[in-house]
């Protein structure tokens, strides 16, 4: 069963990349969040380093695509239940939540090999529980941060582990996040004023996206898209062109 998923996080990535390599200027939105930065024209290019690694943990609420190459009979769409469950054709219950997709399409093969001689299994992520922000980039372990109540974006880089010291760029992090009309948009914040108690620590709101870039490296389009690239399916891909939006005060 083919399922429409609400796609624009990798949008606003390949909208940036095509932004910064086509001179295109960035529109402005009217207002900026509280502690927010002017976005600015795209700097110039540099090397990027490779993304540091993120490991998705599979959470109540996600919704899976399992099935078995050449087993029509086994494809199934299936949402993780609050116990952490799903029910795969043939298998019953099976536990997946906090597993990684490799630990629970480990599992799953195990189970299938009761029926099929080496099945081929695929376990593909077909839409993110909303209720998490994603935190990636120079932080110490990225990943997605459940939303427990009232979370600020220093609150949400601490659940990661906080700043990798060494690298980390606190000026110039990025909040990519959905706006009027599901329209993606950039909010760039100075962590360091934050911290300072210069500027307002910003919430978070639902499928945030955290990118926290490392010092002299400009590239963050290239490096995020990188990074979130395994999720492709779950989190869109671009297929417009348009300028970058970014917030200004």
Not at 159 to 168: I, N, R, V
Not at 204 to 227: C, E, F, I, K, Y
Request: proline share 9%.
């Amino acid at each position: 069963m083919h399922r429409r998923v609400p796609l624009w996080i990798l949008v606003a990535l390949a909208l940036g990349a095509v932004a910064c390599s086509s001179g295109m200027p960035p529109r402005t939105l009217p207002q900026a969040a509280p502690g927010a930065t002017a976005g600015g024209p795209c700097p110039p290019t540099s090397a990027a380093q490779a993304p540091r690694p993120f490991v998705y943990r599979l959470g109540i609420g996600d919704e899976v695509s399992v099935s078995i190459w050449q087993e029509k009979d086994v494809e199934a769409e299936q949402r993780v239940l609050p116990d952490g469950t799903i029910a795969p054709p043939m298998l019953g219950t099976v536990h997946v939540a906090g597993r990684t997709l490799d630990e629970a399409r480990g599992m799953l093969i195990q189970r299938y090999k009761e029926y099929f001689k080496e099945p081929l299994v695929s376990l593909r992520v077909t839409s993110i529980h909303s209720d998490r922000v994603f935190v990636l980039g120079e932080v110490k372990t990225p990943q997605a941060v459940p939303l427990v109540g009232p979370t600020t974006l220093s609150q949400a880089i601490a659940q990661a582990g906080g700043f990798e010291e060494e690298f980390a760029d606190k000026s110039e992090v990025r909040i990519v996040r959905k706006g009027a009309n599901d329209q993606p948009y950039v909010v760039v914040v100075n962590l360091d004023a934050v911290l300072a108690g210069r500027a307002q620590d910003p919430p978070m709101g639902r499928g945030d996206v955290v990118w926290v870039p490392a010092r002299g490296v400009t590239n963050w389009n290239r490096s995020l898209g990188q990074a979130l690239a395994p999720f492709a399916v779950a989190l869109g891909a671009a297929g417009s062109t348009a300028a970058i939006v970014t917030a200004s005060n």
